[in-house]
């Protein structure tokens, strides 16, 4: 077992109210490779209630028996969403507990996932009908990561998964962690797209810049992040400041 390389955001996998009928979920930190290393990351998950009764599971976390019963006592699990080509670990899990829950993943996440998945349909540049006019929708496509992010209008909370990352220093216990997230851009108070994932959307950077204005035109209130601290108010503020590095043309190229 690995020391924890960051205090959790206690109490884990219990649900957290954020807004009107959405809540997250502090998971157990996880560890993901990368080219042969290992490195830690604290994960959370995103819960919405639909105006239906219906229960929406963004990012699923690692389920617990409590935590699976606390999200059934909410209403049917009618929608398991892995938001990314990353994060769908947890997804087999969640449907084996709630059959009837429909799956949705990113472009691509067939080829590149490492390990069987139920089947699922395709996340889009809008929402399906399912969340239309409850839940806004984005995609983008890069070339390392695809990423579809969420915004729930009634509570005004934009929901994002790996485009900004959020560590908090004074919660990384390891000093050779704490100077990489500042190297590369993802700690508190200045949470951004890590150095290497702004690198890997040098080609599609005309579009993620038009995805991160549409996203700037919701207007978010809040900002829910699965890696560190997530932003709680001033959310439309915090959303340029993050993405600078893309609404600011590229010194190397006229896009």
């Known amino acids: 077992m690995h020391a924890e390389a960051f205090a959790p955001y206690t109490p884990l996998n219990v649900l957290k109210p954020v807004g009107e009928r959405i809540w997250i979920v502090d998971g157990p930190e996880i560890r993901f490779g990368v080219l042969g290393f290992h490195f830690p990351f604290p994960t959370r998950m995103t819960v919405v209630q639909l105006n239906d009764g219906g229960v929406w599971l963004h990012s699923p976390t690692e389920p617990t028996e409590d935590l699976a019963r606390a999200v059934r006592d909410l209403g049917p699990v009618r929608w398991l969403v892995a938001p990314n080509t990353i994060h769908y670990w947890w997804i087999p899990a969640w449907k084996s507990r709630f059959p009837d829950a429909e799956l949705f993943g990113p472009p691509g996440l067939e080829s590149s996932a490492k ?16 969340w239309d006019g409850e839940i806004g929708q984005t995609l983008i496509r890069g070339d390392v990561l695809t990423e579809a992010d969420f915004f729930h209008q009634a509570s ?34 200045d949470g951004k797209a890590p150095i290497d994932m702004q690198l890997s959307f040098v080609r599609q950077r005309r579009q993620l810049r038009e995805v991160v204005r549409r996203m700037i035109d919701w207007a978010p209130e809040r900002i829910i992040l699965a890696h560190g601290r997530w932003y709680d108010r001033n959310g439309t503020e915090e959303l340029k400041r993050a993405f600078r590095w893309v609404l600011q043309p590229a010194p190397y190229s006229s896009a």
């Open 156 to 189: 005004r909370t934009l929901i994002l998964t790996d485009l900004i990352e959020n560590f908090e220093p004074a919660r990384t216990r390891k000093p050779w962690l704490r100077l990489m997230l500042r190297w590369s851009g993802a700690a508190d108070p």
């Open 115 to 130: 390990r069987p998945l139920p089947s699922y349909t395709t996340l889009r540049d809008s929402p399906p009908p399912d």
